[in-house]
Structure formats: structure tokens, C-alpha cells
């Protein structure tokens, strides 16, 4: 098991990865990321047309941003512009 500490302006949040699947690992680290994100300002990321922020989810072997709200693929994690 390996352990990912994710840092965003100074706070550290740590994660033990739970599998050695690229896109669970992707998945794990995003959803990390976006927790200490929200910590600090309003959700991120958002899809626009929903007005919504979005989730990392593992979807069909894929790490995504999944919009709930709208129940739709935003991106794949990695791919965000802007």
C-alpha cells in the first residue's frame, strides 16, 4: 500500500492508495485534491451549464469529473482547461 500526501496551500491531507490501478490511483489523488480545495474557496471544479460543482468518480475503468446535478461526463481528471 502506498501512502499520497496531497498539499494545497500549506494543508496537508494524506491518503493511503488502495489498489495499483492507474485510474483508481488517479481517481483517489483528485478526490484528495479537490477536498483540500473546497476547504479553502467555493467548490471546484463546476460544470457551468449545471451551475453545479462536480465529483471525482471512477467510471467504466476511467477517472473522471462526473456532474451529478446533470448526470453527465464533465472531463477526465487531468484534462480541465482554464
Request: a negative charge; hydrophobic letters at 35%; glycine letters at 10%.
Given at each position: 500500500m502506498e501512502?499520497?500526501?496531497?498539499?494545497?496551500?500549506g494543508s496537508y491531507?494524506?491518503?493511503a492508495?488502495?489498489?495499483?490501478?492507474?485510474a483508481d490511483v488517479l481517481y483517489q489523488?483528485?478526490?484528495k485534491v479537490q477536498d483540500q480545495v473546497m476547504?479553502?474557496?467555493?467548490?471546484?471544479p463546476t460544470c457551468d451549464?449545471?451551475?453545479?460543482?462536480v465529483h471525482a468518480e471512477l467510471r467504466e475503468g476511467r477517472a473522471v469529473w462526473w456532474?451529478?446535478?446533470g448526470d453527465?461526463?464533465?472531463?477526465?481528471?487531468?484534462?480541465l482547461i482554464g
Open positions: 501512502l499520497v500526501e496531497v498539499e494545497f496551500e491531507q494524506g491518503t492508495l488502495m489498489g495499483v490501478d492507474p489523488v483528485a478526490d476547504d479553502n474557496q467555493a467548490p471546484w451549464p449545471h451551475d453545479a460543482g456532474c451529478r446535478r453527465h461526463l464533465v472531463t477526465e481528471v487531468g484534462q
